[in-house]
């Protein structure tokens, strides 16, 4: 028989123990083919999240580290300058990146260490059980908002490509969403492109992906996707914010 | 032998190069030193002082109660250490900046008119060279040889002011 | 001919002679001239340095460095080694080698910035959330200061734990004689099995973890951590004994403050009486069994604990004596030291 699909090998058998409709296990295996096709195997080290990816690094099939809540770019800040032919790569949150992480990621950028940040934006806290993030969206629900995000109140949505594409240390910055196949291929891309940047240590590079949490929102699966779409997407613009 | 010194003057004065000269000296001469400066907001154009102590042993606290000698090159530090000299000990004093005459009688006390003499050096940046040899002239602890060529050493990148600060150091310790 | 270096400065040096490759700072007063030092010196090495956004960043650097098998080390002092104990805490849950430098400054909170010894507790005890210790030192000169940085970073790799070094804002800036050590042949070291060097794949690689979410495999884990402070305990632990076998009353105390002890010691000795100093150097794990040696000495009629803070090492040296003698108390805190002379003042007020 032919094999038509195969799982990438930079990911291990470990199920994912991800909820039904999460788009972690797609930006998983996204990164996990990039990194294949790079050729990284055994020449990688990532940095996991403290959030839903929490386990990522029983996940990618190459050396990981678990960091402290937002602190993974510090940690792979670290990684990088002692192993600087090494890829090294960082997995977040919106809650990590964008709340705890805030001074991390944004001075891991500014100083253009030669990473790759993925961001994997749900707008809301997934392990904690759906509290308000710093990106959910005006109106949105969450447990810590029940009456949807009031910006009286809470704050304004943070958009975080947009901010650090204003910096001089990052050379690539993108944002993609995993809502359907030509979505998806292009977030890859996106990935790719990163992980390029950081092979010819141009500087910083970060791709956010939009990401649905049918779960935490209290939608079906395809009603969160329609979600990411629409009403993220305007928000939340797909593209590239900056490359170099 | 144990010698105890607290230096004390204006930032800017060469308070802890004058303290630094001296444990320089201590190591050149195989002796054993500390040498504690004061540090934080007062040294930034407020008062400096620093804590020597020079002896043939290992040095155990390097924080002085009583110095044997201090040197005060401005008023406020004379007026802040003269009653903590150990009876019998020695006050140097820059009577260029101070006016007052130490009230204490049981100290022995130097004026040097440091700045003046500094300028008759030609550089009225060597008054603290200017107080180190009368110091040295004074204490005893180490021979002039020895001062000069610690200068000379520390002076190594700016040979120009060498003979000034030579020129000084022996208007101190032939005071 | 030995040279004349500041505390900081030789401790910057002995790091480097001693392996350390990587240090992560940010800037907090007494201890600037450790990253000023490191921030040109480990370049001529090879080595790296980044000046952190915050204490927080720069533990977790050292987190990753350390994690990938490099000698990395931070220094800070009292509010900034506050900020970083989140970081200690998982550095010591996923045994991660590594060396801190601690010069302590008044606190609590933003404090002063002259000397104390107040953070005693934090050091000792543990600092952040969770059952862990660290391998702590109190050096007292500039030279120890060289000796203990110069080897910290083999025990960190021994025991797999990090290495502090607690000081206080005199021993920063105080300049002394100091002999340095040559330079440690790293190509030597062998390679650490656990560490994420990025060529692991499959069952081959590494994960550098502190979150074990089963509570078997956390206890195992605590047990595990406990085993290696017992072994550290009694392969490590270090003390100095000074004119203790007649004396009546013993002095305690360590670091710069011990010296200022040795100098009450040797005044209250020219004046016949008898007195000795013990003068812990690990303060984790601390000297029991030297403590008790000499509580259970019939001479020994009291203790007097002094301190740069208002009462802390005094807890260890209560439990190690067994409370067999008494132990008084002379401290100082706010970044005001004692001299020599009040101590003799309080001894001979005390001591009967």
């Known amino acids: 028989m032919a094999v038509v699909y195969k799982k990438s090998k930079m990911l291990t058998d470990t199920p994912f123990h991800y909820c039904p409709g999460c788009t972690h296990g797609i930006a998983h295996k996204l990164v996990a083919e990039v990194l294949e096709e790079m050729g990284a195997e055994g020449n990688v080290v990532g940095v996991a999240p403290v959030g839903c990816a929490v386990f990522a690094y029983k996940y990618f099939n190459c050396d990981m580290q678990e960091a402290a809540h937002g602190r993974a770019p510090a940690v792979a800040t670290g990684i990088k300058r002692v192993l600087p032919d090494k890829f090294v790569f960082a997995y977040q949150g919106d809650g990590d990146l964008a709340s705890i992480g805030m001074a991390e990621i944004v001075h891991a950028a500014t100083r253009g260490e030669k990473i790759t940040v993925i961001f994997i934006n749900n707008a809301i806290y997934g392990m904690t059980g759906g509290q308000m993030a710093p990106t959910t969206l005006e109106g949105q629900k969450a447990t810590t908002c029940i009456y949807g995000r009031n910006p009286e109140v809470n704050g304004h949505p943070i958009k975080m490509c947009e901010l650090l594409a204003t910096l001089t240390g990052p050379s690539y910055i993108a944002r993609g969403a995993l809502t359907d196949p030509a979505n998806v291929r292009k977030a890859k891309k996106m990935i790719k492109t990163a992980f390029e940047h950081q092979a010819q240590k141009k500087g910083f590079s970060f791709v956010e992906l939009l990401s649905s949490c049918p779960t935490n929102w209290g939608m079906t699966t395809e009603q969160a996707l329609e979600y990411v779409k629409t009403d993220m997407q305007k928000l939340y613009p797909l593209g590239v914010f900056k490359e170099v | ?175 | 001919m030995k040279e004349l270096m500041k505390g900081n400065e030789a401790i910057a040096e002995a790091a480097v002679r001693g392996g350390c490759r990587a240090f992560f700072g940010y800037p907090i007063t007494p201890q600037n001239e450790i990253p000023e030092y490191m921030s040109w010196r480990l370049f001529e090495v090879g080595g790296t340095y980044v000046q952190a956004e915050s204490e927080v960043a720069a533990i977790n650097m050292v987190y990753g460095a350390a994690g990938a098998g490099a000698r990395a080390m931070t220094s800070s002092s009292s509010p900034g080694i506050s900020l970083k104990q989140e970081g200690i805490s998982y550095i010591c849950c996923s045994r991660l080698p590594c060396v801190i430098v601690n010069m302590v400054r008044g606190g609590p909170g933003l404090g002063g910035i002259q000397p104390a010894q107040s953070d005693y507790f934090q050091a000792t005890k543990g600092g952040g959330h969770g059952d862990y210790h660290m391998l702590v030192y109190g050096p007292a000169s500039v030279q120890e200061c060289v000796n203990i940085m110069y080897d910290a970073f083999d025990k960190a790799d021994k025991y797999r734990v990090p290495v502090m070094i607690l000081g206080d804002g005199m021993l920063g800036q105080i300049m002394e004689p100091v002999e340095l050590p040559e330079f440690k042949d790293l190509s030597k070291l062998p390679r650490k099995n656990w560490a994420t060097y990025g060529d692991g794949t499959g069952e081959k690689r590494n994960i550098i973890n502190s979150l074990l979410i089963e509570p078997d495999e956390l206890e195992a884990h605590n047990k595990l951590l406990a085993d290696t402070y017992a072994e550290m305990a009694r392969n490590e632990t270090m003390c100095e004994e000074y004119l203790c076998d007649d004396a009546e009353i013993v002095l305690t105390a360590y670091g710069t403050v011990a010296r200022i002890a040795k100098s009450a010691v040797n005044i209250l000795r020219e004046q016949g009486k008898k007195v000795g100093l013990l003068r812990p150097i690990t303060l984790y794990p601390f000297p029991n069994d030297a403590f008790r040696k000499v509580a259970e000495q019939d001479c020994v009629k009291e203790f007097v604990c002094t301190e740069l803070s208002m009462g802390q090492m005094i807890e260890d040296v209560k439990l190690a004596t067994g409370m067999l003698k008494p132990v008084h108390f002379y401290g100082r805190c706010g970044g005001n030291v004692m001299t020599p002379e009040d101590l003799v003042e309080f001894v001979l007020k005390e001591g009967k």
């Not at chain 2, 020079?54 to 201090?70: F, Q, T, Y």
């Not at chain 2, 090159?73 to 009577?95: D, H, Q």
């Open chain 2, 1 to 175: 032998m144990e010698s105890k010194i607290i230096i004390a003057g204006f930032g800017g004065q060469g308070v802890q190069s004058l303290g630094m000269f001296i444990a320089f000296a201590s190591i050149h001469d195989g002796k054993e030193v500390t040498f504690l400066p004061s540090y934080g907001p007062e040294m930034r154009g407020g008062t400096s002082n620093c804590s020597v102590v020079v002896s043939d042993k290992p040095v155990a606290s390097p924080i002085i109660a009583s110095p044997d000698i201090l040197i005060a090159m401005n008023k406020p530090s004379l007026a802040k250490f003269e009653s903590r000299v150990k009876p019998g000990g020695c006050i140097i004093v820059n009577s260029s900046l101070i006016e007052n005459k130490v009230t204490r009688t049981d100290v022995k006390v130097y004026y040097v008119d440091a700045n003046r003499l500094a300028l008759e050096a030609g550089n009225t940046k060597t008054a603290n060279i200017v107080v180190l040899g009368a110091y040295t002239k004074i204490s005893g602890v180490f021979s002039p040889e020895v001062m000069k060529a610690v200068i000379e050493h520390k002076f190594a990148k700016k040979p120009k002011v060498i003979p000034a600060n030579f020129k000084a150091f022996e208007l101190g310790y032939n005071l």
